[in-house]
């Protein structure tokens, strides 16, 4: 999930509201890129020409000389991101069910936790009730790249089709997140990113779903209205009967829109799996094909302080294979 960041950001006038976004400077698509380079860096002589000029002008992966004219002042603003610990910028990926194009500072840590996860029977009985307390572990490697530790920690099945219930932990997933390029509003370019997991076998056997690679891209733009839109697709390891891993389309979507200061709210969904894997221990082993899932909701977001924030939503699963509802409520907390 993303949140726009608030209080005194890159390239915002210091006698602007704390509010304000800063005022980003795109360039115009026919401009020669060494022109930019020469006006902003103040570098002189002769150049190569660029052979797809358009392109470097549509894409831009430092925000903060798109924000800040003065290339030392740009420096000193992602410098100074670096140094405080803000769970807006980004939010937490865990309260939606998309994840962000975006990641962390380079040496921050978030911890997110959903203490309540409640999955009701599926419409089709072929599976229980079900309680997870999930977790996300992030850390910021670099400004554009995220290593993160996701599992659905504690785990209980209940009773269905003569199967006793079972309780433990469920797997662990090893997770890479990139951002490749900020948004350009100017154009309508979303931010993008990629996204690689590995879903392990490290957890109670109950659990284990074989070893599931997925991959997705990471799209986030901003619509009329202040509506962010976010949205991801790629190919995820689903588990049949016979114990193979099959891959399948994965999408996932979120509409997220600012109502006050520190409460933003959404609507979102998936068809087949969430973003980081949240059905492992749901999938129905009784049927050699992947059903089809399907899953709408509502929630929102309430930062506290600039280190935490409580989230919560309700959904509704919408074909034979999803479960009835699902309730999550949780927090995250950056360090």
């Known amino acids: 999930m993303w949140l726009k960041p608030s209080g005194v950001k890159v390239g915002v006038n210091r006698d602007q509201e704390a509010d304000d976004e800063p005022e980003y400077s795109f360039p115009n698509l026919t401009a020669d890129p060494a022109d930019y380079y020469r006006d902003r860096f103040g570098v002189e002589g002769e150049h190569d020409r660029f052979l797809f000029p358009w392109l470097s002008n549509l894409i831009f992966e430092d925000r903060w000389l798109l924000a800040e004219p003065d290339p030392a002042e740009a420096l000193k603003d992602q410098i100074s991101r670096r140094m405080k610990a803000d769970i807006r910028e980004p939010g937490p990926d865990t309260a939606t069910f998309p994840n962000s194009a975006f990641t962390l500072p380079k040496g921050r840590l978030y911890i997110e936790n959903s203490p309540l996860g409640l999955y009701d029977a599926k419409l089709n009985r072929l599976r ?190 919408v074909t034979p294979a999803s479960p009835r509802t699902i309730a999550f409520l949780g927090f995250a907390m950056a360090f």
Do not use: M
């Open 128 to 317: 229980g009730s079900a309680y997870q307390w999930n977790y996300l572990i992030r850390y910021g490697l670099t400004d554009n790249l995220e290593f993160r530790v996701f599992s659905n920690g504690l785990t209980y099945q209940a009773t269905n089709l003569k199967r006793p219930a079972q309780t433990g932990i469920s797997p662990l997933v090893f997770d890479f997140k990139a951002n490749f390029w900020e948004e350009n509003r100017r154009y309508h370019i979303p931010a993008f990113g990629v996204e690689v997991y590995l879903q392990t076998t490290f957890g109670s056997p109950a659990f284990d779903r074989g070893t599931q690679p997925s991959i997705s891209l990471l799209f986030d733009e901003t619509l009329p209205f202040d509506i962010v839109f976010e949205s991801n697709v790629g190919v995820v390891g689903l588990q049949n009967a016979t114990g193979r891993i099959l891959e399948e389309v994965g999408v996932q979507w979120s509409f997220e829109r600012k109502i006050t200061r520190g409460l933003d709210v959404f609507c979102h969904g998936f068809y087949n799996e969430a973003a980081l894997p949240r059905l492992a221990a749901l999938q129905d082993v009784l049927n050699p094909r992947i059903p089809n899932v399907t899953v709408v909701g509502v929630g929102a977001v309430q930062t506290v302080t600039e280190r935490l924030a409580v989230f919560g939503s309700y959904n509704f699963g």
